[in-house]
């Protein structure tokens, strides 16, 4: 059974570092068909991509954010860590994980979501 | 930079059929796929590579896309169908979602 699960912070402060951290399970991220994506969607609003990461280290970033995002993995313990630096108010949101799919293209599988609040 | 557009809303009767479109410059040479997002859940994928349905997804649920335009058709639309849906497709390696469009049931 495949599943993500996001943990971190609730609530962060204005020009804070924000670390998050998605635990998979029922799959491996050293398995070369498979990626993991970090997705946000402010409160109301659309879902956005921000960020990716494959079994080979490829990683990608959405270009409005890639000076403040790095994404890593650690294999051995099925995690991939997001961090985003210096966040402001409009980075309030609920981060989701997903797992790209193995033919590509689609996230298959997806996390409950993680709220997380920036404010002073 | 890359952008699907979408129709924030579309209301249709139960039992009639839904087409929520997707717009993007020759979206037909990329993969699209559709997600459906009830409140307070995760999003769910119904349909990928255009027109592939995922196990457990009704057949009900289908798709197309050629040109500029993928569209998600729902037939026989019911009740539990009223969600938002966002279609999203890749650039360069970066995934791009849609603005979403809020299906009402009505």
């Known amino acids: 059974q495949v599943t993500l699960k996001e943990s971190g912070p609730v609530l962060v402060k204005p020009t804070e570092t924000l670390t998050l951290t998605c635990t998979v399970s029922g799959f491996s991220l050293s398995n070369p068909r498979l990626g993991v994506s970090w997705i946000r969607q402010p409160p109301g609003k659309a879902l956005e991509w921000l960020a990716h990461i494959f079994s080979n280290d490829e990683k990608s970033y959405i270009t409005s954010l890639k000076t403040r995002l790095t994404i890593s993995k650690d294999t051995s313990k099925g995690q991939v860590v997001l961090v985003m630096i210096n966040v402001d108010l409009v980075d309030t949101a609920t981060y989701y994980c997903a797992r790209i799919g193995s033919s590509g293209w689609y996230f298959d599988y997806w996390g409950q979501g993680s709220l997380v609040t920036v404010s002073s | 930079s890359y952008e699907l557009t979408q129709p924030p809303s579309l209301s249709v009767s139960p039992g009639q059929t839904a087409s929520i479109t997707c717009s993007g410059h020759?979206?037909?040479?990329?993969?699209a796929c559709w997600y459906q997002q009830k409140p307070g859940q995760s999003p769910v994928l119904v349909i990928y590579k255009d027109n592939e349905r995922p196990s457990g997804i009704p057949e009900r649920f289908s798709g197309s896309n050629s040109g500029n335009t993928a569209t998600l058709t729902i037939s026989g639309t019911q009740a539990m169908d009223e969600a938002d849906y966002y279609c999203q497709a890749w650039d360069s390696s970066t995934a791009v979602f849609g603005g979403g469009t809020k299906l009402t049931v009505l």
């Open positions: 020759k979206l037909g040479e990329r993969f």
